[in-house]
């Protein structure tokens, strides 16, 4: 059965009409059971840092706001440490304009594009924690997926490696793993 990602600001209601006998998965930071282990703000722990030896972070948007730079602050370390879900964002109105992703920490000032740095960062960042940390929940939701429409629920929608005009869907890439992509 297809697996569809919805945008979490949608009514249950119009999902249900749309998607007739689906399960509702909401894999958001604001899922009220395990399943907000899927979140990239949820503190998983023992995330490796791309490009970097020995350090780890306990979110994967922990890695990517602390790699990010800016014109006036460079990267953010703190962003690794944590655990409650809060204040993990580090916006253009703060820190002014974006210059890219800093790959890895240590020695190298290297920046990656925001592609390159999807790519390189976000991406198997996150696979990482889908393979070593979610594999219970993600064998549960092939299961789901086997007899009924999966709906997972995420506020973006973008399920576009390539399209960098919009943030990328968390749920995309759980889409993409189930299947295989």
Known sequence: MPIVVCNRRKSIQNIEKEYP????????????????????????????????????????????????????????????????????????????????????????AELLDYYNARINIYVPSYEFVLKNHLSDLITELKSISATKTLVLLDYETNTDLTNISKPLSHAGLIKSFIENN
């Open 21 to 108: 006998n689906c399960q509702i998965i909401d894999v958001t930071s604001k899922a009220t059971d395990d399943y907000v282990k899927f979140s990239p703000f949820y503190p998983i722990g023992n995330i490796p840092i791309p490009f970097t030896e020995n350090r780890f972070s306990e979110s994967v948007e922990g890695i990517w706001q602390g790699l990010k730079v800016f014109k006036d602050y460079g990267i953010d370390e703190s962003k690794f440490l944590i655990t409650n879900m809060k204040n993990l964002k580090r916006t253009v109105r703060k820190y002014g304009g974006v210059l890219g992703h800093q790959k890895g920490l240590g020695t190298s």
